[in-house]
């Protein structure tokens, strides 16, 4: 069975950075498009960013030029570089691995002066 533990998430001022990892258990990880999604209160959940086994990218436009996603397939581990956080990125941050479509068991990102 799969397995994503994310961390990283946190309390942020607005303006500030965070760094979300993603590490996966499967071996699968290196030749899987992996992907960063968040959930807000009281919304659907959304894509926030996605990576290619060969390391192409595409972001949501609320988060473009803001957030960078990456990988490491030596270590098994997506990343999601997020700057300049504003409050409408507060969500619980997941990650997923689509080969299988195993999901993480999420992690609280609050953007709040």
């Known amino acids: 069975q799969v397995q994503l533990v994310e961390s990283g998430g946190g309390l942020v001022q607005p303006g500030g950075s965070l760094r979300l990892s993603c590490a996966a258990s499967?071996?699968?990880?290196?030749?899987?498009?992996m992907g960063w999604y968040r959930q807000a209160p009281g919304k659907e959940r959304e894509l926030v960013a996605r990576?290619?086994?060969?390391?192409?990218?595409n972001y949501a436009d609320s988060v473009k030029g803001r957030f960078t996603i990456s990988r490491d397939n030596a270590k098994k581990t997506v990343y999601l570089q997020m700057n300049s956080l504003k409050p409408e990125d507060t969500a619980v941050y997941y990650c997923n691995l689509a080969l299988c479509g195993s999901w993480g068991q999420g992690t609280q990102v609050t953007v709040s002066s």
């Open positions: 499967a071996s699968i990880f290196s030749i899987s498009v």
């Open positions: 990576i290619s086994s060969s390391g192409s990218t």
